[in-house]
T-cell receptor, first 113, second 114 residues
Framework: EPEVTQTPSHQVTQMGQEVILRCVPI?????FYWYRQILGQKVEFLVS????????KSEIFDDQFSVERPDGSNFTLKIRSTKLEDSAMYFC???????????FGSGTQLSVL | AQSVTQLGSHVSVSEGALVLLRCNYS??????LFWYVQYPNQGLQLLLK??????LVKGINGFEAEFKKSETSFHLTKPSAHMSDAAEYFC????????????FGAGTRLFVKA
């Protein structure tokens, strides 16, 4: 299976601080996604990113969130001013063949104190 | 709008027993359906998928699922549970429309007793 590398694996930050979560998927794919999973809850869709633009986002993905591919390989999720409720596992994913299935990274555990 | 319901947040079976994890979906168009597994401290791994064609699909680790349109179900089964099957299982639906957003169920944690 192709690999998706996410860094860091764990991130601890103070409330109000900015965090950047990074993802390095296989570079030839066009669709990228961020999902999050609050402890004990379901995996929630945050945003899909196609051809260097946001194609769809959920109500969770407010103005505090942004995504980009600054260098054509890394795919980042930025949270400008973190809140306690942002504490979750954040998964990066990209679309596989025919975009039918997603390949997920192992996640970044974000803890906001 | 599409949604996914997994019946039972926890399922416990004995080693060697049948595993049955239930999933029902709602969708206005024919969906793509998936089961993902999450082992502790790991990401999500695809078990199997249904897109078109044969309604009984086989996946990795001996799991299979059957798409039943009349029941809007996509239950996951395995004839004989193994200790290594203990994990969280997520059913998911994708409408294969722009963005290919995948919606996940709440998950079912499978416990396997020796």
């Amino acid at each position: 299976e192709p690999e998706v590398t996410q860094t860091p694996s764990h991130q601890v930050t103070q409330m109000g601080q900015e965090v950047i979560l990074r993802c390095v998927p296989i570079s030839n794919h066009l669709y990228f996604y961020w999902y999050r999973q609050i402890l004990g809850q379901k995996v929630e869709f945050l945003v899909s990113f196609y051809n260097n633009e946001i194609s769809e986002k959920s109500e969770i993905f407010d103005d505090q969130f942004s995504v980009e591919r600054p260098d054509g390989s890394n795919f980042t999720l930025k949270i400008r001013s973190t809140k306690l409720e942002d504490s979750a596992m954040y998964f990066c994913a990209y679309g596989g063949d025919s975009n039918e299935k997603l390949f997920f990274g192992s996640g970044t555990q974000l803890s906001v104190l | 709008a599409q949604s996914v319901t997994q019946l039972g947040s926890h399922v416990s079976v004995s080693e060697g027993a049948l595993v049955l994890l239930r999933c029902n979906y709602s969708s206005s168009v024919p969906p793509y359906l998936f089961w993902y597994v999450q082992y502790p401290n790991q990401g999500l791994q695809l078990l199997l998928k249904y897109t078109t064609g044969a309604t009984l699909v086989k996946g990795i680790n001996g799991f299979e699922a059957e798409f039943k349109k009349s029941e809007t179900s996509f239950h996951l089964t395995k004839p004989s549970a193994h200790m290594s099957d203990a994990a969280e299982y997520f059913c998911a639906v994708n409408l294969n429309t722009g963005g290919f957003k995948t919606i996940f169920g709440a998950g079912t944690r499978l416990f396997v007793k020796a």
